[in-house]
């Protein structure tokens, strides 16, 4: 082992010397590569091609632990097994599923996808990143993180491992570092003929790196700290979905006791769950849409 550690160093200071030449980009694969070969991680979405469940699985890691993807992937797999059983599903059951995941918006924005590549695209999920992007909560970064593992296209993107990858390597001692000054390398490093294996590869590099020094995505310009979740509308939205799947209470002032939140703000909460198309409005209570 000691050996590997000296070996990895050797490689991370000859980097830090020659910056982002063609020979650096070399030895920066063979750095990366070398790591994931023994130390990479094993995940079910890993082990599938199905766009299907390559979209699920990247729509629930945009704000959410690894592990607890791990933990929740499989269920909400078993429950909704493709987008047909998935546009045919209550929104009340993807909710109920969906439990303990947070960002309950993901779960709406999944079953909206659902309905649109079954009535649009017939029942297969587009390749092209320009079309994953008009789908509902799919950015840039998720369009190309889907277009690389599901269809092992060669798109440049950067998410938060990716980026203190690069931070690490090419930009010693430098704060403030903007991803425009990253995608470029992101580019030139890209493995065309599997860019699937090698992000996989990047971002278990990036995991260890995090472990091993102080987190490099610190010093970029697009670092934030998460306010708290405790007390905040998040919880509120969330305990409010909770108790509507569970069938608990429907009314505003019901509800406000059964979660102790200020009438105020379950009402605010409840009147943005309505407008955003999670709840609906029956007589003096509320349900799930």
Do not use: C
Request: hydrophobic fraction near 35%.
């Amino acid at each position: 082992m000691g050996g590997r550690v000296s070996i990895e160093s050797r490689r991370e200071r000859a980097l830090a010397e020659r910056g982002p030449t063609t020979g650096a980009m070399k030895l920066f694969r063979k750095l990366v590569y070398g790591y994931y070969r023994e130390h990479g991680r094993s995940f079910p979405w890993r082990e599938t091609r199905n766009p299907y469940h390559i979209l699920v699985s990247e729509i629930m890691l945009q704000q959410t632990r690894t592990e607890r993807v791990a933990e929740k992937y499989g269920e909400f797999i078993e429950a909704f097994p493709d987008f047909q059983a998935l546009d045919r599903a209550p929104l009340a059951a993807v909710i109920r599923t969906w439990q303990g995941m947070g960002y309950n918006r993901r779960a709406l924005a999944l079953k909206k996808i659902a309905r649109i590549v079954v009535t649009g695209h017939d029942g297969k999920l587009p390749s092209r990143v320009e079309e994953l992007e008009k789908l509902p909560g799919i950015g840039t970064t998720t369009a190309s993180e889907i277009a690389a593992f599901a269809f092992n296209e060669p798109t440049a993107f950067i998410e938060t491992n990716i980026r203190s990858v690069f931070i690490h390597h090419f930009f010693k001692g430098k704060a403030g570092i903007k991803d425009g000054e990253i995608l470029p390398l992101v580019e030139k490093t890209l493995d065309r003929a599997n860019p699937r294996k090698w992000y996989y590869a990047l971002m278990d590099y990036g995991v260890m790196l995090k472990q091993r020094f102080p987190n490099p995505g610190r010093r970029s310009a697009a670092y934030r700290q998460q306010s708290p979740f405790e007390g905040s509308n998040r919880q509120i939205r969330g305990m409010l979905l909770r108790a509507l799947v569970e069938g608990r209470s429907s009314r505003e002032e019901e509800l406000a006791r059964e979660i102790g939140a200020g009438r105020a703000r379950v009402k605010k909460a409840l009147e943005q769950l309505r407008d955003e198309g999670f709840v609906r409005e029956e007589g003096e209570g509320y349900t799930i849409a």
